[in-house]
């Protein structure tokens, strides 16, 4: 069994930076593949970043590439998301993800274990 614990998020303006951090326990990190998604009010559990176990593949949704990046640390047991130049539309609540497998998978029945979720608010 898993536990994913998210923290860093907050209320930001437009074009500033936030730095979410999940750490992981109970579980062998490295075995999982792990991913961020997010929920804005109303709307689906989407997609954000996935990386690999070993941390040498990432693979972002098309909303946040080029501002978004997604790393890992097994030794810490840590998956980061480090969100550039955000944007009011980038407005939910966000979550990481761990799936037991060797594919990074943009489904949220995928994943197998959840974090408790973090608001991350952009104003214009």
């Known amino acids: 069994q898993v536990q994913l614990v998210v923290s860093g998020g907050g209320l930001v303006q437009a074009g500033d930076s936030l730095r979410l951090s999940c750490a992981a326990s109970?579980?062998?990190?490295?075995?999982?593949?792990m991913g961020w998604f997010r929920q804005a009010p109303g709307k689906e559990r989407d997609f954000v970043a996935g990386?690999?176990?070993?941390?040498?593949?990432?693979y972002y949704a098309e909303s946040v590439k080029g501002r978004f990046t997604i790393s890992r640390d097994n030794a810490k047991n840590t998956v980061n998301l480090q969100m550039n130049s955000l944007k009011p539309e980038d407005t939910a609540v966000y979550y990481c993800?761990?799936?037991?497998?060797?594919?990074?998978?943009?489904?949220?029945?995928?994943?197998?274990?959840w974090g408790q979720g973090t608001q991350v608010t952009v104003s214009s």
């Open positions: 990386v690999r176990r070993t941390g040498a593949m990432t």
């Open positions: 109970g579980g062998t990190f490295s075995s999982y593949v």
């Open positions: 993800a761990a799936a037991a497998g060797w594919v990074i998978s943009t489904r949220v029945n995928d994943y197998d274990y």
